[in-house]
T-cell receptor, first 115, second 114 residues
Framework: DAKTTQPNSMESNEEEPVHLPCNHSTISGTDYIHWYRQLPSQGPEYVIH?????VNNRMASLAIAEDRKSSTLILHRATLRDAAVYYC?????WGYGGATNKLIFGTGTLLAVQP | GAGVSQSPRYKVAKRGQDVALRCDPI?????LFWYQQALGQGPEFLTYFQNEAQLDKSGLPSDRFFAERPEGSVSTLKIQRTQQEDSAVYLC????????????FGEGSWLTVV
């Protein structure tokens, strides 16, 4: 499985934008870029995903580099409730070779939000 | 509720004891995953079911770990002769289909082996 590299931790101030980077230099053409986050004492939750084009939803935006070797999760206005571990995950959804399309987590980025 | 439900939420087991952890996926979800998460680490994949078929058990750490989903809905993860290194949060997740559908996680079962 293709791997991702994320900073161990980041800090932000409340109501300011946050840019969480992710490097994935070995991404393949069929890998989607997924972001999940895990709030304290909870299971991971889906945030956003994309393939090539930038994506927006009610939670966040995903900016994907033209060569797809990196991406950035953007929280437009951080709140205290956004404090969590953010995971950037590559996921081959075509299931080649019987792959189960499981999520392979790294250690993620721990985001602290200061009031 | 409409989410993935896990029980028990907390379990303390004595070393050598057998434990069973239950997962109720979202109704109608075909895919079911089990993950193990040690303190300070990301979740690690254990096993995957498509309906009642266990298609991937590559992440199960030893033959003491066994999972089943006999009717394609509820799943049970069983750990025999628990050891201290089994202490972790066990997360269950489900998704509607078998492709790139969003995966929904439960809150986990926190296992402490003493």
């Amino acid at each position: 499985d293709a791997k991702t590299t994320q900073p161990n931790s980041m800090e932000s101030n409340e109501e300011e934008p946050v840019h969480l980077p992710c490097n994935h230099s070995t991404i393949s053409g069929t890998d989607y870029i997924h972001w999940y986050r895990q709030l304290p004492s909870q299971g991971p939750e889906y945030v956003i995903h994309g393939l090539t084009s930038n994506v927006n939803n009610r939670m966040a935006s995903l900016a994907i580099a033209e060569d797809r070797k990196s991406s950035t999760l953007i929280l437009h206005r951080a709140t205290l409730r956004d404090a969590a571990v953010y995971y950037c995950i590559l996921r081959d959804v075509w299931g080649y070779g019987g792959a189960t399309n499981k999520l392979i987590f790294g250690t993620g980025t721990l985001l602290a939000v200061q009031p | 509720g409409a989410g993935v439900s896990q029980s028990p939420r907390y379990k303390v087991a004595k070393r050598g004891q057998d434990v069973a952890l239950r997962c109720d996926p979202i109704s109608g979800h075909v895919s079911l995953f089990w993950y193990q998460q040690a303190l300070g680490q990301g979740p690690e994949f254990l096993t995957y079911f498509q309906n009642e078929a266990q298609l991937d058990k590559s992440g199960l750490p030893s033959d003491r770990f066994f999972a089943e989903r006999p009717e394609g809905s509820v799943s049970t993860l069983k750990i025999q002769r628990t050891q201290q290194e089994d202490s972790a949060v066990y997360l269950c997740a489900s998704s509607l289909g078998t492709g790139g559908n969003t995966i929904y996680f439960g809150e986990g079962s926190w296992l402490t082996v003493v």
